[in-house]
């Protein structure tokens, strides 16, 4: 169970127990009196338990008003299945890239199954669907799964928020199949002119049919442009405890600079640094450069290093 649905939960029981007690007494109805306080002592402990918990494994609730909502009684069987699938490629797709450093332009996903959520239960309250983190084992510390999907919720703050600037930074880290994904999302949204209200463990975001249109056209607006794999020749130099590289290529102009690539640093690199070969040498070496687009915004180029081929005297 969600933390954040079980509190509002057991505060509403809690609330109902005491509307219940008023007027009550042990003595005009001893029973009841004794019951009710017994029953509403239990759950005010249960209440501190669960508030005290941690919750370390991803949770997430999709709460769904407007369009494709008929009352309380349910929702369009088809909108619903969409959203629930283009929500879980936007987590496999922020998965792969925080865990191996890219996406890939097509094909399938990598690590697609450690990403995978589980549609548990349909909440009350509204028309909600509660995802799940698959993976049933124990954890003591927040898993990758539950960091992932919080960064995923992150992004459709930023794309729908009235300012710019959090969506700007989030296209910084962003591969170009997420931000499609991202687009298709908002877009099925919009279409159906539906309301979406997202709640995890300890915040609650809503999204009106204006954020919503808002987060279609900066998706839509955005472009991504991967250039994989150029080859470029300098000299290199690595800042390893941040992952940040600079290569001069011709000396007195401006250098290359930008992130190392995660797999990269943690296949290859520690060996490199450690052999006193990696720093200050003339190296070519492969880097992905990102072009990113925006409408009345300057074109963004960044540079990530993946890999360092051959020295070069």
């Given at each position: 169970?969600?933390?954040?649905?079980?509190?509002?939960?057991?505060?509403?029981?809690?609330?109902?127990?005491?509307?219940?007690?008023?007027?009550?007494?042990?003595?005009?109805?001893?029973?009841?009196?004794?019951?009710?306080?017994?029953?509403?002592?239990?759950?005010?402990?249960?209440?501190?338990?669960?508030?005290?918990?941690?919750?370390?494994?991803?949770?997430?609730?999709?709460?769904?008003?407007?369009?494709?909502?008929?009352?309380?009684?349910?929702?369009?069987?088809?909108?619903?299945?969409?959203?629930?699938?283009?929500?879980?490629?936007?987590?496999?797709?922020?998965?792969?890239?925080?865990?191996?450093?890219?996406?890939?332009?097509?094909?399938?996903?990598?690590?697609?199954?450690?990403?995978?959520?589980?549609?548990?239960?349909?909440?009350?309250?509204?028309?909600?669907?509660?995802?799940?983190?698959?993976?049933?084992?124990?954890?003591?510390?927040?898993?990758?799964?539950?960091?992932?999907?919080?960064?995923?919720?992150?992004?459709?703050?930023?794309?729908?928020?009235?300012?710019?600037?959090?969506?700007?930074?989030?296209?910084?880290?962003?591969?170009?199949?997420?931000?499609?994904?991202?687009?298709?999302?908002?877009?099925?949204?919009?279409?159906?002119?539906?309301?979406?209200?997202?709640v995890e463990s300890d915040r609650e975001i809503?999204?009106?049919?204006?954020?919503?249109?808002?987060?279609?056209?900066?998706?839509?607006?955005?472009?991504?442009?991967?250039?994989?794999?150029?080859?470029?020749?300098?000299?290199?130099?690595?800042?390893?405890d941040s992952r940040r590289f600079e290569l001069?290529?011709?000396?007195?102009?401006?250098?290359?600079?930008?992130m190392v690539a995660r797999e990269f640093a943690?296949?290859?690199?520690?060996?490199?640094?450690?052999?006193?070969?990696?720093?200050?040498?003339?190296?070519?070496?492969?880097?992905?450069?990102?072009?990113?687009?925006?409408?009345?915004?300057?074109?963004?180029?960044?540079?990530?290093?993946?890999?360092?081929?051959?020295?070069?005297?």
């Amino acid at each position: 169970m969600l933390k954040k649905l079980e509190i509002q939960s057991l505060r509403a029981d809690i609330s109902s127990l005491d509307r219940l007690l008023q007027g009550r007494t042990a003595e005009n109805d001893p029973i009841g009196f004794l019951q009710l306080n017994k029953r509403r002592a239990a759950l005010a402990e249960k209440l501190a338990e669960v508030e005290m918990a941690a919750q370390h494994k991803a949770a997430v609730a999709l709460f769904f008003a407007g369009g494709p909502v008929v009352g309380s009684r349910g929702i369009d069987a088809t909108f619903a299945g969409k959203t629930v699938a283009l929500f879980q490629d936007l987590v496999s797709k922020q998965f792969a890239m925080e865990e191996v450093g890219e996406v890939g332009r097509r094909g399938p996903v990598a690590l697609q199954a450690n990403s995978d959520l589980l549609v548990t239960n349909v909440v009350r309250g509204s028309v909600g669907l509660l995802l799940e983190e698959a993976d049933q084992n124990a954890a003591f510390a927040d898993t990758q799964l539950k960091v992932v999907v919080d960064h995923v919720i992150d992004t459709l703050a930023a794309a729908t928020a009235p300012a710019m600037d959090a969506f700007e930074q989030a296209l910084d880290g962003m591969a170009p199949r997420f931000l499609t994904a991202l687009g298709d999302f908002f877009e099925v949204m919009d279409e159906r002119r539906a309301l979406l209200r997202v709640v995890e463990s300890d915040r609650e975001i809503e999204f009106n049919s204006e954020a919503i249109q808002r987060g279609r056209e900066r998706a839509r607006a955005a472009d991504i442009d991967e250039q994989e794999h150029e080859e470029f020749v300098g000299k290199i130099f690595i800042l390893p405890d941040s992952r940040r590289f600079e290569l001069r290529i011709v000396d007195g102009e401006p250098p290359i600079t930008g992130m190392v690539a995660r797999e990269f640093a943690r296949r290859d690199l520690e060996a490199l640094l450690a052999a006193g070969i990696a720093i200050g040498e003339r190296w070519r070496v492969r880097i992905r450069t990102r072009t990113i687009t925006r409408p009345a915004r300057p074109m963004k180029i960044t540079y990530t290093l993946l890999g360092m081929i051959e020295r070069v005297d």
